[in-house]
């Protein structure tokens, strides 16, 4: 709805006196006939007199100056008359037509500043300062008594005659007077175009702050009143419609900018000789009416039937989720030339018009069959490339889990238990740990080209389109530097850790150690002592009949008495530093045999030793006259 008090610049509610003087005031900035009829003003000068007449419930009266014998006025002068004409139309005209223009002149002068120029220099011209003073000069100029004839006489005639025969003097030149009227001329042209200047300035001045603002303003209304027009024409004929009509801001997405309904307009001032150029606001005409057909097109664009069925259609032939589907729509518009795929764009009146006005306009649309006929052999090679990239992505899942099979048998609980956490800390699985062990889905750029490189119907088909799609490739390397990764870790944690002398840290699968003790007494045992080195740890395993039968943790520097029963025992001695209660060890009937030193590892045994109520002494470090030399083993035999 139009709010006609911001048209008279005036607050809803304004009383009518301030409607009155508001008019009074704005009808005369904005006369069509002082601003050289210019289209802009008579549009507004029309807007104004609809806000006065809606406001008011009466006909805008004719302005006071008009009152008198307005029919007078236009006999000789129109609204387009200008100083120059007016001052044109006076030379040209005979003395009683003169009269009948500055009379004319005279009556109206009041308000027309044009009209009162006209005057002073028509009254300079004739040399009379109003219009009694004209008229008395042209009543004696048409009087023949009131000039100083001459009657012939008989005294002039004999002069005549005697000057026939005398001879002839030239009259001397007045200089002074010519010249003196090329002055009086140059100071009148001064004058008249200061004069002019000035005026011209007033116009310029009034313009920029009175009539300017009150466009622009206007502008603004019309503006909203334009869309909510056809905004209302829009919701009425298609009511199925919810969220489109609306002002985005911006034009992404093909969504209107009300903002570019108002327009840079350019217009003149101009005065005699003197001019000066403008640019305001002004409302494009066909902006909200394009932008109506705009959103026409574009809800036909999603609602077609035709487009529908094509989009059902092509979902069920190659089994597509409808984001699949849109995903290589998406993929083929990507190409400039395809933007407007799978539609054609029908060229009418409407449309070449509001291409101008609208920069992202949607034009009237058909499906193109040619397009669509395309678009089917691309989906159909995106489906096989598509059907490949799985088949290698499961392929390196499998062998991904093969490998990492493979490192868990001999992978500590630790380890474990920091890969799976590394691989989510919610959901510990390999499928997320292949993902994030750098070995995410890849995209990997494919090319399709169209089969038909010709043109059908003078319709480009598809042509190029680049697309992707994600690969899962697999590297056993990187599987293994991050398992290696993680036992660094674990074991730069651990370098400092150690256990207490005597104890059993695989008690869990062995059992307690044997011990020899009354009853029986020590009479009946055997007795195995070591003393370890000061540089490392070592955990000392017995065994018997080639099981261990017993094994304890000493402390570098350490003793440890193994108190035995009698038969053939084995020793062995395994060395290093930094205990990690998870290191994996080796499998046995029990189980994972896990706990191990993580630097420093080495594995020795003694010969087999029968022993009966006997014992026998290990010194773990370099003796003078020594005779325990000690072989390697591994943790297989020892374990």
């Known amino acids: 709805m139009i709010n006609y008090y911001k048209i008279l610049g ?21 006369d069509p006939a002082n601003n050289d ?39 000789v002068f129109d609204d387009s008359d200008t100083l120059v004409s007016i001052l044109k139309i006076f030379k040209q005209s005979k003395d009683p037509k003169k009269a009948e223009i500055i009379e004319s002149l005279e009556a109206f002068k009041s308000g027309n500043l044009i009209y009162q120029q006209a005057l002073e220099l028509l009254y300079k011209k004739e040399g009379v300062s109003s219009i009694k003073s004209y008229m008395d ?14 009657e012939p006489s008989e005294t002039n005639i004999d002069n005549a005659s005697k000057n026939i025969n005398s001879p002839l003097k030239q009259p001397q030149k007045d200089h ?22 000035l005026f011209f300035l007033n116009k310029v001045a009034d313009f920029e702050s ?20 056809w905004e209302s024409k829009f919701r009425k004929d298609y009511p199925r419609l919810k969220s489109y009509y609306i002002d985005a801001k911006s034009n992404e997405d093909e969504k209107l900018n009300f903002d570019d309904a108002i327009v840079k307009t350019d217009t003149i001032i101009s005065f005699l000789f003197f001019s000066k150029k403008f640019s305001f606001k002004s409302l494009d005409s066909d902006y909200f009416e394009c932008a109506y057909y705009h959103e026409i097109n574009r809800y036909n664009k999603k609602y077609n039937k035709e487009f529908i069925s094509w989009f059902k259609k092509t979902r069920r032939k190659y089994k597509l989720k409808e984001s699949k589907l ?17 539609f054609n764009n029908i060229e009418n009146d409407v449309d070449t018009n509001c291409v101008k006005c609208i920069s992202n306009y949607i034009s009237s649309i058909e499906l193109n069959q040619d397009a669509i006929t395309d678009f089917d052999n691309f989906v159909k090679s995106y489906l096989k490339e598509d059907q490949l990239a799985r088949t290698f992505s499961a392929q390196s899942f499998i062998n991904f889990m093969d490998d990492l099979e493979k490192l868990e048998d001999n992978m500590s609980k630790s380890t474990k238990k920091a890969l799976n956490k590394k691989a989510s800390k919610s959901k510990p699985n390999a499928i997320t740990l292949f993902e994030i062990d750098g070995n995410s889905p890849k995209k990997y750029p494919f090319l ?6 010709y043109k059908f119907n003078d319709l480009e088909v598809l042509g190029e389109i680049n697309y992707s799609i994600n690969k899962q490739h697999y590297k056993k390397s990187v599987l293994e530097k991050l398992v290696d990764d993680l036992k660094k870790q674990i074991d730069e944690s651990y370098k400092t850790n150690s256990l207490y002398t005597g104890a059993q840290p695989y008690s869990y699968c062995y059992g307690k150690n044997p011990y020899c003790s009354i009853p029986d007494g020590y009479a009946e045992c055997s007795f195995i002592d070591v003393q370890a080195s000061s540089n490392s740890d070592v955990i000392v395993i017995i ?54 030193f993580v630097s420093n590892e080495s594995l020795d045994k003694s010969d087999p030793n029968y022993l009966n109520h006997s014992s026998i002494s290990y010194t773990l470090y370099a003796v003078e006259n020594g005779n325990f030399n000690a072989k390697p083993s591994n943790k297989n035999e020892a374990f």
């Open 10 to 30: 005036l607050e809803n509610g304004a009383s009518l006196s301030d409607i009155e003087a508001s008019y009074n005031k704005l009808s005369k900035e904005l």
């Open 37 to 75: 009829n210019l289209e802009f003003f008579v549009e507004e000068f029309a807007l104004l007199q609809e806000a006065y007449k809606a406001l008011t419930g009466k006909e805008p009266e004719e302005q006071k100056e008009a009152d008198i014998n307005t029919s007078d006025i236009s006999d």
């Open 137 to 150: 000069k042209q009543s004696i100029s048409k009087d023949p008594s009131s000039q100083n004839a001459v």
């Open 176 to 197: 002074k007077k010519p010249r003196n009227k090329i002055y009086v001329f140059i100071l009148l042209l001064l004058v008249g175009l200061g004069t002019s200047y």
């Open 210 to 229: 009175l009539i300017l603002p009150t466009i622009e303003r206007n502008i603004l209304v019309n503006k909203d009143a334009e869309k909510n027009k």
């Open 326 to 342: 849109n995903e290589l729509i998406r993929f083929v518009k990507n190409n400039p030339l395809n933007a407007s795929f799978p």
């Open 448 to 453: 399709y080209k169209s089969k038909s490189q």
């Open 543 to 596: 065994k018997k009949n080639n099981k261990v039968y017993s094994h304890a943790y000493i402390k570098a520097g350490g003793y440890y008495k193994f108190k035995l029963g009698n038969g053939m025992f084995q020793t062995f001695f395994y060395y290093g530093k930094g205990w990690n209660p998870d290191k994996y060890m080796k499998k046995s009937i029990c189980g994972d045999i896990t706990g191990g």
